[in-house]
């Protein structure tokens, strides 16, 4: 079965840094790419950045580009999110999502990161 | 940059049809996948590549594409579809989603 669980979200001030992991289990996760996605309150799904199965390909969306980093570590099957100067737009679920039958066939359930003061 | 368009709601009576559609320029080059989310879960897919069902999903659902457009079919709508559905497709630059559409089975 395949599992996908974030952690690592919190509440963290504005301009601080939190890194996000995500563990996955029931794949060969050196096969895939991941995705990570955002959801603030209320709001709709926002693409944040993607990472291909040997970390060649990267890319991220334009509002977290320059403040976050993605990588991954096949040899412990995990994914994570490195989030420098927070700001308050930042604030939303978290969800990592594996890329296969489409961008995001499987999802975890996703950890909250709030900015706030 | 890219973006995909979507009504943001539609209502549907119990056990009829209805479509939930998804416009954008990257739909001419990349199929659409529609995704499922009930307050308080995370996304599922429902509808992948031409027309296609993770294993799992019921298949009243059903996905089709003309031009710009994508479009999620429900035939025979449940209770259990009230949900908000999201379109996204790949673009040139990465991923793009739609301003998702809030499903009300009445």
């Known amino acids: 079965e395949v599992q996908l669980v974030e952690s690592g979200g919190g509440l963290v001030k504005p301009g601080g840094s939190l890194r996000l992991s995500c563990a996955a289990s029931?794949?060969?996760?050196?096969?895939?790419?991941m995705n990570w996605v955002r959801q603030a309150p209320g709001k709709g799904l926002e693409w944040v950045s993607s990472?291909?199965?040997?970390?060649?390909?990267?890319y991220y969306a334009d509002s977290v580009k320059g403040r976050f980093t993605i990588s991954r570590d096949n040899a412990k099957n995990s994914l994570y999110l490195q989030m420098n100067s927070l700001r308050a737009e930042d604030t939303a679920v978290y969800y990592c999502?594996?890329?296969?039958?489409?961008?995001?066939?499987?999802w975890g359930q996703g950890t909250l990161v709030t900015v706030s003061s | 940059s890219s973006e995909l368009t979507q009504d943001p709601a539609v209502s549907v009576a119990l056990g009829q049809t209805v479509r939930i559609t998804c416009q954008g320029d990257?739909?001419?080059?990349?199929?659409a996948s529609w995704y499922q989310q009930k307050p308080g879960q995370a996304p599922v897919l429902v509808i992948y590549?031409?027309?296609n069902r993770p294993s799992g999903i019921p298949d009243r659902f059903s996905g089709s594409s003309s031009g710009n457009t994508a479009s999620l079919t429900i035939t025979g709508a449940q209770a259990e579809d009230e949900a908000d559905y999201y379109c996204?497709?790949?673009?040139?630059?990465?991923?793009?989603f739609g301003g998702g559409t809030k499903l009300t089975v009445l």
């Open positions: 999502a594996r890329d296969g039958l489409a961008t995001g066939d499987y």
């Open positions: 590549g031409k027309n």
């Open positions: 990257s739909l001419r080059s990349y199929y």
């Open positions: 996204n497709s790949r673009d040139s630059s990465g991923i793009i």
């Open positions: 029931g794949f060969t996760f050196s096969s895939y790419s």
């Open positions: 990472i291909s199965s040997s970390s060649s390909y990267i």
